[in-house]
DNA sequence: ACGATTCAAGTGATCGTTCACATTATGGGT
DNA sequence: ACCCATAATGTGAACGATCACTTGAATCGT
């Protein structure tokens, strides 16, 4: 009807034109308290007449409450944690707040500079890094400080989120393979600056001293499928590696590749498994072997560590992360040794 | 040094700490205007003594800018298109912009609601919707709207962003495959509140008639690996299907596995081809051919799009998407057939 | 018919920042 | 010593909502 106002209506516009006053329209807007009739019908006319939507900004600055947090992810990760931001993000509708996500590019420094500015915004009630922030741990909200989670499979100190699920597995998983033959073994690591990739690592360096087994040493260094191809490709001839572990299934399928373009037969050459367990791992060819992190429940439960900081309530029972080692084809006997020992 | 405040700082308290008047604060943190050295070091001294950061609310509210721009996309999706939101991103923090990632669950009528409350909260300065929202379009930047554009490869009414390079490419396949000889194809498709999904069917469906083809169907519906492989391994035996286009490179891996599972080997028996170039499409065994889009140009020319939305100022030039099809191991030949006909 | 009680709605301050404007130093020329 | 331009800083009102109170209208028992 009217042209085009000069600017979004305001609740003091809607009180006017309704002929109330505007603590009775913003009674109004949050239910509270009981009103005549006549009052609801004028209230809700001018509403939609003036199309009204309220202002969160203005309520956030008197409330001190947006209702949203944010999860954060460092920029060079291959693919986004689906699963896990999709858990989280539903615990969070559930409990009455929205889920963004901030995408940070840069190195480890910048990455927790940039959090830093995110955390002191006051923009966000929470936040949650799926990633170690250097420097950085977690906080209850207080009024000068911004809850922070920080979900990086275990924290930085190695405190852990639950039980050390992830060593026992890959030592399940050497052990798996040592009782399939394997004495060789070759790891292909994720980036270092994740704590995740770091226990994993080690822990593979510790199962195999421990177990007595060979390793032909550590490659990789990032999570893309590159550089697990560039792992396999580049390992001689010789090496006798005869099962690899990668720290992902990105570098996992890279390395198969490799196999497969050097003429090495995967499984009968050599195995490879890989971590994860994505939802297109059960139908490459072949299928791979990989362990399956429980990624909704650990984003579920990081979420709720959250909530519990923003809310200043007691942390709730961390969920057990289950990794559970699943073989496919892509791993199993070890091959019979070229020329028998003896 | 003192017991925590009870809140945060603010730009009054600096002053008062530093013996000059909020404005002066204000300015200095704005570098306006010149300054008495004096004067620097008393505001620097006391910003750092409260460890004061501004109130971005506050100042959100007052110059109605927050410097977010949000991605929305639509939850059931495999996996983020990361690199199309990178180079968005990028694009958006070049200008001066941050941006979020928001993600929508739910039915696409709800989607639309969820994106409009979103709209009109004022907390964002513009919108770039991946995938479409039903009933709504492209919008400036008003006083009372948020700016909105949408990234669906094609907008709703396939106006073109850019020429047709899309359809293009469909028929540039199908005529390759029918030149291997190729004659009996199917179409696994992506879910059809998708315009891309809608327009590579549609095209699919044309160039299948025009060149005089045969289609067996089309099968799919949404884009996971999952449908892909349901699609394959629900075929009749004797249906002489010889060639597959996936709406996505998920599904055509789904095929891919579905064939070899009932030992029909790829591509000697059946080609398969993907959309998408995905990082692993390459390192897949077989590679798998596929549509390589520019994603990044693509995310890039969106986000361009909306900052001049959202700054009113004239759209920029789109980028020519260009589509490129690839040809790996997946697709050759086609067979003999089985008993020849004459 | 009147005071007490509950119902319904109104008033003005406030959140932390920026805007528009007013005011007070400072220094140079005559 | 005075004026004036410019440098440097100060003042108070917005922005649009909510909070904490206060006030006026209806209801009811006696």
Redesign the pocket.
């Known amino acids: 009807m009217a042209s085009t106002p000069p ?9 006017a034109l ?13 239910n ?5 009739p ?3 019908e004028r209230v809700e006319a001018a509403i939609k007449e003036l199309n ?8 956030s ?5 947006t209702g949203i947090l944010a999860a954060i992810l460092p920029s060079p990760v291959t693919a986004l944690p689906t699963p896990t931001l999709a858990a989280a993000a539903e615990v969070a509708r559930r409990s009455g707040y929205f889920m963004e996500i901030s995408v940070i590019e840069g190195p480890a420094q910048d990455r927790a500079r940039r959090a830093q500015e995110l955390l002191d915004s ?1 923009r966000l009630e929470g936040v949650l890094s799926l990633g170690a922030l250097p420097g950085m741990s977690e906080q209850p909200r207080t009024p000068t400080t911004t809850a922070l989670a920080i979900l990086d499979q275990y924290d930085d100190k190695l405190r852990g989120i639950g039980p050390l699920a992830d060593a026992s597995v890959l030592r399940e998983i050497i052990q798996t393979l040592a009782d399939m033959g394997h004495r060789r073994f070759l790891h292909i690591e994720g980036p270092q600056d994740w704590s995740s990739a770091r226990a994993r690592r080690d822990e593979y360096l510790r199962s195999i001293a421990e177990l007595g087994l060979e390793s032909h040493g550590v490659r990789g260094g990032d999570w893309t499928t590159e550089s697990g191809y560039a792992a396999i490709s580049g390992l001689e001839e010789d090496s006798c590696v005869t099962a690899v572990i990668a720290a992902n299934d990105y570098l996992a399928l890279g390395a198969v590749r490799a196999a497969h373009d050097r003429c090495w037969h995967v499984p009968k050459r050599l195995s490879v498994i890989g971590w994860d367990d994505l939802a297109t791992a059960r139908y490459t060819i072949p299928a791979l072997s990989t362990v399956a992190v429980d990624r909704e429940s650990q984003g579920r439960s990081a979420m709720e560590r959250l909530i519990a900081l923003v809310r200043n309530e007691p942390a709730p029972e961390p969920a057990n992360p289950v990794s559970r080692l699943i073989l496919r084809e892509s791993t199993g006997p070890a091959p019979a040794p070229p020329n028998p020992q003896r």
Do not use: D, W
């Not at 509270?32 to 005549?36: A, D, L, M, T």
């Not at 009204?52 to 309520?59: K, T």
């Open positions: 600017r979004a209506a305001t609740l003091h516009e809607v009180a309704a002929g109330v006053s505007h603590q009775t329209v913003s009674r109004f807007l949050h509270r308290g009981p009103f005549k006549a009052t609801i009204y939507r309220p202002n969160m900004i203005a309520r600055m008197r409330t001190r409450e006051g």
